[in-house]
């Protein structure tokens, strides 16, 4: 493939050094992927595939279009590197749970406040439902993590809690990683009070909890480290 697509270059060039006396306006283009083809190229936009008369003569310029395939993949890697250290940058960062610690993971239900004022997510610009239903909304996600345990284990309910947190929680940082909050001890001050960790120290390993409200709205918190 790399030798056809130098071929076509060279042709390319040939074509270009046989015609600057002649065709001095003229744009010639040579397609990588089709390293034999040729076609002219006026000022204008117009192209054309036989040799233009040299009374539409001007500045020769070479240009080859189309990527060469082996380019194209290079490029992709690149792209896909460039997106998988992104995605590297927003993980929290991960470490072993020390003793006095609960590695815990939430979905966050925001909700009206008491005025009636709407509060806002990376999920919806306004959320005006109310704690309630919040509330309720969780219950039935609960119920669905729930059944997910009984038939698959503490390994399926994780994989799917953190499934439901990066489509469904208005936290803004953690839903990202899956819900994920890291490791925290009994005095960790979470969402405006000590109610998460209160609950995560709680829970056995591999269980969520019932919903739990905080400052900022409604959770479910799931432990399972």
């Known amino acids: 493939m790399t030798l056809l697509c130098q071929r076509g270059i060279n042709h390319a060039l040939k074509l270009t050094e046989a015609c600057s006396l002649r065709c001095p306006r003229i744009l010639i283009v040579s397609r990588l992927s089709q390293p034999g083809l040729v076609y002219y190229q006026h000022e ?14 001007g500045p020769l310029r070479c240009h080859t279009s189309s990527k060469d395939p082996l380019t194209a993949v290079l490029e992709k890697e690149k792209r896909q ?5 992104k995605k590297q940058a927003e993980k929290l ?8 610690e609960a590695r815990v993971w939430h979905i966050l239900k925001k909700h009206r406040d008491f005025f009636g004022k ?9 959320i005006t439902w109310s704690k309630k239903e919040a509330k309720d909304a969780l219950k039935a996600l609960k119920f669905k993590l729930e ?6 284990g503490a390994q399926a309910l994780q994989k799917k809690f953190e499934n439901y947190a990066r489509a469904e929680s208005d ?12 490791p925290i001890t009994k005095k960790k001050k979470l969402f405006g009070d000590y109610e998460i960790a ?8 591999g269980t969520i909890s019932d919903v739990v409200e905080t400052p900022e709205g409604v959770h479910l918190v799931g432990r399972f480290e």
Not at 147 to 152: F, I, L, R
Request: glycine share 12%; aromatic share 6%; hydrophobic share 25%.
């Open 198 to 205: 209160k609950v995560s120290f709680e829970l056995k390993i």
């Open 171 to 182: 936290d803004d940082i953690s839903a990202k990683v899956g819900g994920d909050l890291g």
């Open 147 to 152: 059944n997910v345990a009984y038939g698959g």
């Open 81 to 85: 590197k460039v997106e998988d250290e």
């Open 44 to 57: 204008s936009g117009q192209t054309q595939f036989e040799r233009p008369s040299s009374r539409r003569c």
């Open 93 to 100: 960062p991960e470490r072993a749970v020390k003793k006095g």
């Open 118 to 126: 709407p509060a806002k997510s990376w999920r919806q610009s306004q």
